[in-house]
């Protein structure tokens, strides 16, 4: 565990002590990137809000819900604001097709986008090393997991919109997940 | 039970990516109580791929959340009552206005849990609910247990496709501080927990609940401690029974 995850652990035990400057400093280190994923996967700002209000407001409600014996604190928690933003957006197409995705949601190529937004040193470097990792997986595998994890879909959905067998799906899910673990593992 | 690991390893990859469905998920959520917990080698892997799935958020552009998101986070922290507060009363269009959802889809499978996320929903649920109404589906009584407030009894109205169930509460009481409420679907006395657990707020409870009526014939929702996955319902704190129909 290096020191940032330590930090993120002394805060969340503040915020289970009902301090609000630790809970104004966790939204601080990690509102920029929940929004940002919250935007990604929903393409519409009130909705991301609102997944973004949503999960802060579970980790006051009930901040014993992060195990830190499970992991990160910055794992746990943009786990939470991604499975919000996927129920999110899955509620949403089902009353309505979702119309085209705004322009300046589109993943970024080659320039860091995060250069204009101001974070801390570590999320940056994480940031880096995430999107190095997925660079190194082949376009079919980041193909599936860009349209599982981003857009919400199920494998099924997947295979349809493919036209590739479920099982395809799966390995392909599969492998990317597995290199992604050893490229990503911390020490 | 031998389990096949590498079976295994694709059902808790799609899951952590919230990307099973149908026959898949209902296995996943087999294999998470059965086989899981007791092995070390999935329990790390599960990890381990919840590790990448919360590190997969950084591939999106950071943004700036409005400036007005904090001051909003401030005051419903203002709001969220950590014990009882008392219920207010409303009409049903209310509740959906005001509400909290929860998704089941595919029988008891993969759960989506959210908050109704903006006025345009809500009145898109409200409707859906006030044309099940319309379209004959008889109000079910979901009936408060033991000493659960009466008066906190909750309704259940069958959406006319039959697997779509709206499940509604004005005077749903707070969970106990660190508990939230599980909902549970029942066959045969077997019970299996619908993987997320949700909160009223203030007293106001919208489920929306797509299941295999041919598999499960009750729900039952429980109190249940934060954090942890319960196995069987718990039968001291509130709770509420209905019969699916």
């Known amino acids: 565990m290096d020191e940032d995850d330590r930090h993120d652990l002394e805060l969340h035990r503040l915020v289970s002590a009902r301090e609000r400057s630790a809970f104004d400093e966790l939204y601080r280190r990690y509102g920029r990137s929940a929004y940002g994923v919250a935007l990604r996967v929903t393409s519409q700002d009130l909705i991301a809000q609102e997944v973004v209000q949503d999960a802060f407001l579970a980790l006051w409600r009930a901040p014993e819900a992060f195990d830190p014996a499970r992991g990160a604190f910055r794992s746990f928690f943009l786990s939470l604001v991604h499975h919000r933003a996927v129920d999110a957006v899955r509620r949403e197409e089902r009353l309505r097709r979702r119309t085209e995705r705004a322009a300046n949601l589109e993943p970024a190529t080659g320039e860091d986008p995060a250069e204009d937004v101001v974070e801390d040193a570590y999320l940056r470097v994480r940031r880096k090393e995430v999107r190095a990792a997925l660079a190194t997986l082949p376009p079919a595998q980041q193909q599936v997991l860009e349209m599982a994890y981003f857009e919400g879909r199920t494998q099924v959905r997947i295979a349809e919109e493919l036209g590739i067998p479920i099982g395809t799906v799966k390995t392909r899910t599969l492998a990317a997940m597995r290199k992604l673990r050893e490229a990503l593992r911390e020490e | 039970?031998?389990?096949?690991?590498?079976?295994?390893?694709?059902?808790?990859?799609?899951?952590?990516?919230?990307?099973?469905?149908?026959?898949?998920?209902?296995?996943?959520?087999?294999?998470?109580?059965?086989?899981?917990?007791?092995?070390?080698?999935?329990?790390?892997?599960?990890?381990?791929?919840?590790?990448?799935?919360?590190?997969?958020?950084?591939?999106?552009?950071?943004?700036?959340?409005?400036?007005?998101?904090?001051?909003?986070?401030?005051?419903?922290?203002?709001?969220?009552?950590?014990?009882?507060?008392?219920?207010?009363?409303?009409?049903?269009?209310?509740?959906?206005?005001?509400?909290?959802?929860?998704?089941?889809?595919?029988?008891?499978?993969?759960?989506?849990?959210?908050?109704?996320?903006?006025?345009?929903?809500?009145?898109?649920?409200?409707?859906?609910?006030?044309?099940?109404?319309?379209?004959?589906?008889?109000?079910?009584?979901?009936?408060?247990?033991?000493?659960?407030?009466?008066?906190?009894?909750?309704?259940?109205?069958?959406?006319?496709?039959?697997?779509?169930?709206?499940?509604?509460?004005?005077?749903?009481?707070?969970?106990?501080?660190?508990?939230?409420?599980?909902?549970?679907?029942?066959?045969?006395?077997?019970?299996?927990?619908?993987?997320?657990?949700?909160?009223?707020?203030?007293?106001?409870?919208?489920?929306e609940i797509e299941v295999d009526v041919a598999r499960y014939d009750q729900i039952w929702i429980t109190q249940e401690a934060v954090g942890q996955r319960p196995t069987e319902p718990n039968t001291d704190g509130p709770s509420w029974l209905g019969s699916l129909t």
């Open chain 2, 1 to 207: 039970m031998t389990e096949d690991h590498e079976r295994i390893d694709e059902l808790l990859a799609g899951y952590v990516l919230l990307s099973l469905s149908g026959e898949d998920a209902a296995e996943a959520d087999r294999i998470l109580v059965d086989h899981v917990p007791s092995c070390a080698t999935c329990r790390a892997t599960l990890s381990e791929f919840q590790a990448v799935s919360g590190d997969l958020a950084l591939a999106a552009p950071p943004v700036d959340p409005p400036e007005t998101l904090l001051p909003r986070l401030h005051h419903a922290m203002d709001e969220v009552p950590l014990s009882g507060r008392p219920p207010r009363r409303g009409a049903l269009i209310a509740v959906a206005a005001s509400a909290v959802a929860l998704v089941a889809m595919g029988g008891l499978s993969v759960v989506l849990g959210n908050r109704l996320s903006n006025a345009e929903t809500r009145t898109g649920t409200a409707l859906e609910i006030l044309s099940a109404v319309r379209s004959g589906a008889a109000p079910v009584n979901v009936t408060p247990q033991g000493q659960t407030p009466p008066e906190s009894g909750m309704v259940e109205v069958s959406a006319p496709d039959v697997r779509r169930l709206y499940i509604a509460s004005e005077f749903c009481p707070e969970p106990a501080p660190g508990h939230a409420y599980q909902l549970w679907l029942g066959s045969d006395g077997d019970w299996t927990p619908v993987w997320r657990m949700f909160w009223p707020d203030e007293g106001v409870l919208l489920l």
